[in-house]
């Protein structure tokens, strides 16, 4: 049996390097980060990577956004030759989205060393893929169903694979790839190095750990440690039925360039995102009952900025990597802190800023106080904002851009036809004007009832935070349970009557 010793790093007990080179990580992979815009090494990765190096299996406990990519895909592409025509490592995603992710992170990682990764999933043409793999690619990423097919094709063999990578494994032992993932591991050679990345550690994982793997070393990034200063963190009590409009008033206000609303049903989350289109945002939704081309497409408007909001459940953002996302907007509270902490740390990465913000119902304001006191970090309370605030928001973009244009752009054709104008008009009567045309001024229409979400079991601070088992229940006595008779109290003399 192996024993799991773990050993848990927070923010004050670390000293952060200051640069990658003191990882000792090879030129080649230490300029392919660098052109990547990496800077200095997160917390995971200051850990992982030089255990990961000396070629030790390693268990890291780490939530989505605290750069577990980089964490263990240096070391993979480290272990990788160039020269092999074998498949030398997988990873092992449980989504697609998160797979196909990985894969791009991987290959600009490996981009100089030239070690190429391909992601293998369902929902696309498996002929597509055999072609690919005839290619020779040096790391699959896969989805553990996918990756079975191909194994029973003999398109993919697992005989000189160095490493494997499980990504989220807590996240696809629910989702039910237990028996395929234990395939996979038994089909590998037994000399292998093993990495298992995952956000918490329940038993069915620390089962998987005791097979499959040689005394790992177990790192713990604490959660609550992982909401990221550069991430200011608000509330707004509202009603249920005002969600909306403040959504709305918000995005007038805030005006940002990469947005993600959270919803907890699917349902809600087309709603909004159909609500947020018809009042004039670039808005689009994605979760798990869109097809595969539809939420690739989603994306890829998302990442270029044609759409500016994206509207998500968790389970269809967990494991998105997106880079320059200025704003979160819980439109329904979390479940739980790591759940909160896994939607706000898609903002304020890689030095950025970022502002999460949660919609919370008065009777949630416990909840969230409870998520508050566990994450230590104060959520600061904001009011709901006017139809006014969301007016001179929209008032203020306009203003910005007329500056920012006539400070870049060429003007000078139109300075005449200016100066007639002037001779004739009052110049703030015409500049009112031309201010108001250029506003988009928030619209009385009515916005949709939005589906009512299911209710949700709401959490106080009779909860400590344990690390092994993540967050738990204090003990409290039995329901029927009496204190014990204090033997010098009088006897009741009615007892019985």
Do not use: W
Request: net charge neutral.
């Amino acid at each position: 049996m192996v024993n799991l010793k773990e050993k848990t790093i927070n923010k004050g007990e670390i000293e952060v390097l200051k640069t990658f080179e003191e990882l000792n990580i090879p030129p080649l992979i230490l300029q392919a980060i660098s052109n990547m815009g990496f800077e200095e090494p997160t917390p995971i990765q200051e850990m992982t990577i030089p255990i990961a190096m000396m070629g030790r299996d390693l268990i890291g406990r780490a939530q989505t956004g605290t750069g577990k990519t980089a964490a263990y895909g240096i070391p993979l592409i480290d272990k990788c030759e160039v020269d092999s025509e074998y498949i030398q490592g997988i990873v092992i995603t449980p989504t697609r989205e998160l797979a196909m992710q990985v894969a791009e992170e991987l290959n600009k990682i490996g981009q100089n060393k030239r070690i190429r990764s391909i992601p293998i999933y369902g929902g696309q043409e498996i002929e597509r893929q055999i072609r690919a793999l005839k290619n020779r690619p040096q790391i699959i990423v896969g989805t553990p169903g996918r990756l079975m097919d191909h194994m029973r094709r003999r398109t993919i063999k697992l005989q000189q694979i160095k490493m494997v990578v499980l990504d989220e494994a807590d996240e696809m032992l629910n989702m039910g790839f237990k028996e395929d993932i234990e395939e996979i591991l038994k089909q590998a050679p037994e000399e292998r190095q093993n990495l298992l990345f995952s956000a918490t550690m329940p038993l069915h994982i620390q089962t998987l750990a005791r097979e499959f793997m040689k005394n790992p070393e177990l790192i713990h990034i604490d959660p609550r440690e992982v909401t990221v200063a550069n991430t200011e963190q608000q509330y707004i009590e509202t009603p249920e039925k005002m969600k909306l409009d403040v959504l709305c008033r918000l995005l007038d206000i805030q005006n940002p360039d990469s947005a993600i609303v959270f919803g907890r049903t699917k349902r809600r989350v087309d709603e909004i995102a159909e609500a947020l289109s018809k009042r004039g945002y670039s808005a689009e939704g994605i979760h798990g009952d869109l097809s595969q081309n539809m939420r690739d497409t989603v994306m890829r408007k998302f990442r270029t900025g044609t759409v500016d909001v994206l509207v998500a459940t968790d389970v269809a953002a967990r494991g998105l990597d997106i880079t320059g996302v200025t704003h979160i907007y819980n439109f329904d509270v979390p479940q739980d802190p790591e759940g909160y902490v896994h939607r706000i740390g898609r903002t304020g990465r890689a030095g950025e800023t970022g502002l999460a913000t949660t919609f919370v119902t008065s009777r949630e304001i416990n909840h969230l106080k409870y998520i508050e006191e566990l994450i230590k970090h104060k959520i600061t309370r904001k009011p709901m904002p006017t139809a006014n605030d969301a007016l001179a928001g929209l008032q203020r973009v306009v203003v910005d851009s007329l500056l920012g244009f006539a400070e870049k752009e060429d003007i000078n054709q139109y300075k005449g036809l200016a100066e007639s104008l002037l001779e004739e008009n009052d110049s703030i009567t015409l500049l009112a004007a031309a201010l108001k045309m250029l506003t988009r001024e928030p619209t009385n229409n009515p916005l949709p009832e939005l589906s009512a979400a299911p209710p949700m079991p709401l959490k106080s601070l009779d909860k400590v935070y344990d690390q092994k088992k993540g967050f738990r229940r204090k003990s409290n006595p039995p329901r029927n349970s009496t204190p014990p008779r204090n033997p010098n109290a009088p006897r009741n003399s009615n007892r019985g009557r």
